[in-house]
């Protein structure tokens, strides 16, 4: 909301999402033999969502000649799953055998209708019908589908040796009729060691030594991603519709695909403590990228598969119990995750262009460097004589030890990336008699945030419209020259509001994710066998330095106007009949 009172526009405009969700399966399971079962499954999603955008009349966006602002958005999504598995499973002797063949089908249909306009006739009539003057009245209808063939086989000897291996194939409709299908497969090993007659050491109760190979394949977010489409919104002329184009066909478009390479082990000491210790590298080939295409063609970008990436790293887990008896005991458990990323074949790297809305994206993407790497600026304060924004001058990515006010010349130089080097959690549970209290706190270390509302709320007057951050109460003025904040100029020319590291961050974090008291009940008049009555907070603490800004919840470490992450409080009973 513009120009308006967050309190005001809240308590006298409407703004509502109503939602209705039906989910569920149903399955029939045949013994055709001891050892051999089939099983088939149907299952639906189905969600309508009805949401009521209203801006008053009184004052903000919908105030003065607009006489009220409002967009009605009414969307179905329907959704089906069909799976058919047929299961072999036996023993022979010491030999174990688990054979799986299965199909599945999913569709997805999803529509939706917009309509966005001002003069409303009754503002406790918000329909589409009361919008006097129409801004934009669009729809959609999108399909997609994905079939599956897939094959597990598993063996055992004597619960001490594990092989097995898995085939499947998959045909999705978001690739061209001649990319659709993609084929994955893995085979996997372990060794309880533990249970061989040779090892036999004080303390140790269990160990487990595993390795595994295979591939899998990503989909695109779009559904249409390979094919050519016109647009008709805003199209029109003259009174008369149109149309325009609206993507760039990709007939070749298909799977992003992955080679994923794991070891690890497992361990208990003194059943108190588990230890789990994993190393994995993931190699991601035909990634799936905007890369920009000739501006000739109409369009900035093209979806392609275009590069490799490599993911490798360590992943640790420990539990410990250090009391526990009749009345009260205590587990603690904690992991952690070392991560290395890297774009490692690239034909060009990709830059986006800059936008006069959004400013420059703050991402390249380039080969030897993350795949979340920031392309920035490299800010250098205020120029205490002027008041403008300085930057250190950058040629290929290295200071020259010169100073410019002018942001076009300034140059670009890789700042960090979004990506945390170390990432984990841990966990702690209490039981005393009937209670309970369990919390768990997430971490991160290493990565970088930008944040690109800054272009509009922390503007240096380029284009006031959205409420400013506090840095601007302070900006450079011949009274201030000690500000770090620019000169505040009207429609600021000066590229000062752009991307730099001036808004660029540390996204290391702490987060108490989730807490829960409980208690358990006793059985009660027969009917009731148990159950427990529980307080529980989710997302209640979250440390870092950009307020407002969850690293766990945005990938890619650029912070847009992103909604705040949901605190959760919640009282349950649950009951046992």
Do not use: C
Not at 260 to 289: C, H, I, P, Q, R
Not at 468 to 496: C, E, K, Y
């Amino acid at each position: 909301e513009k120009n308006a009172n967050p309190s005001g526009v809240l308590k006298v405009g409407e703004y509502e999402n109503t939602e209705f969700r039906v989910r569920g399966d149903a399955f029939a399971e045949f013994q055709i033999m001891e050892p051999l079962s089939f099983k088939t499954t149907f299952g639906i999603d189905q969600q309508a969502i009805d949401e009521t955008l209203y801006d008053n009349k009184e004052f903000g966006a919908g105030g003065g000649i607009w006489n009220g602002v409002l967009n009605r958005v009414k969307s179905e999504v329907f959704q089906y799953t069909v799976s058919n598995i047929l299961n072999y499973n036996d023993n022979f002797g010491k030999h174990g055998f688990d054979v799986l063949l299965g199909q599945e089908s999913q569709v997805s249909k999803m529509s939706s209708i917009n309509v966005y306009g001002y003069d409303v006739l009754d503002s406790e009539l918000l329909s589409a019908s009361s919008i006097g003057s129409l801004w934009s009245h669009t729809g959609y209808a999108e399909n997609y589908s994905l079939l599956s063939y897939f094959s597990q086989v598993a063996y055992n000897f004597d619960q001490k040796y594990y092989l097995s291996s898995s085939f499947r194939r998959d045909g999705s409709s978001r690739f061209g009729k001649d990319a659709r299908w993609g084929t994955f497969w893995s085979v996997s090993g372990a060794w309880v060691a533990t249970e061989e007659n040779f090892v036999d050491v004080d303390g140790l109760d269990y160990l487990k030594f595993r390795g595994s190979y295979g591939t899998n394949g990503n989909l695109p977010p779009q559904y249409y991603a390979s094919l050519a489409f016109f647009e008709t919104d805003g199209k029109g002329y003259g009174g008369e519709s149109g149309l325009s184009y609206g993507q760039l066909q990709n007939p070749d478009l298909s799977w992003e695909q992955s080679k994923n390479f794991n070891l690890g082990v497992d361990l208990n000491l003194f059943s108190e403590f588990d230890l789990s210790v994993n190393y994995f590298n993931k190699k991601t080939e035909d990634l799936l990228l905007n890369v920009p295409v000739s501006q000739t063609t109409g369009f900035l970008t093209q979806l392609q598969n275009y590069g490799e990436m490599v993911n490798k790293g360590w992943e640790f887990e420990v539990g410990y119990t250090p009391y526990s008896n009749d009345d009260f005991s205590w587990r603690t458990s904690a992991n952690l995750t070392l991560l290395d990323n890297e774009v490692t074949k690239l034909k060009n790297t990709i830059v986006s262009t800059y936008s006069a809305r959004y400013g420059q994206d703050p991402l390249i993407i380039k080969e030897g460097e993350s795949i979340y790497s920031f392309y920035l600026r490299d800010y250098a304060g205020v120029d205490p004589e002027t008041g403008m924004a300085q930057y250190y001058v950058l040629e290929n990515g290295e200071r020259t030890g010169e100073l410019t006010t002018d942001a076009q010349s300034a140059g670009f130089g890789i700042f960090g990336d979004a990506l945390q080097d170390l990432q984990g959690g841990f966990y702690n549970e209490f039981h005393y008699k009937d209670f309970s209290l369990d919390f768990l706190f997430t971490f991160g270390m290493g990565g970088k945030v930008y944040d690109r509302t800054a272009f509009k709320r922390d503007d240096d007057g380029y284009a006031p419209q959205f409420t400013n951050t506090t840095a601007q109460l302070n900006p450079w003025n011949p009274n201030n020259t000690d500000s770090n904040v620019p000169i505040r100029i009207n429609g600021n020319p000066t590229f000062s509001n752009d991307v730099s590291t001036r808004h660029l961050y540390d996204s290391d974090y702490l987060k108490l994710k989730n807490v829960k008291l409980s208690y358990k009940l006793p059985a009660m008049w027969n009917a009731i066998k148990g159950g427990s009555v529980y307080a529980q907070g989710d997302n209640l603490l979250l440390l870092t330095e950009l307020d407002g800004y969850d690293p766990e919840a945005v990938a890619n470490g650029v912070n847009f106007f992103q909604v705040p992450t949901a605190r959760t409080l919640m009282l349950g009973l649950q009951l046992q009949f």
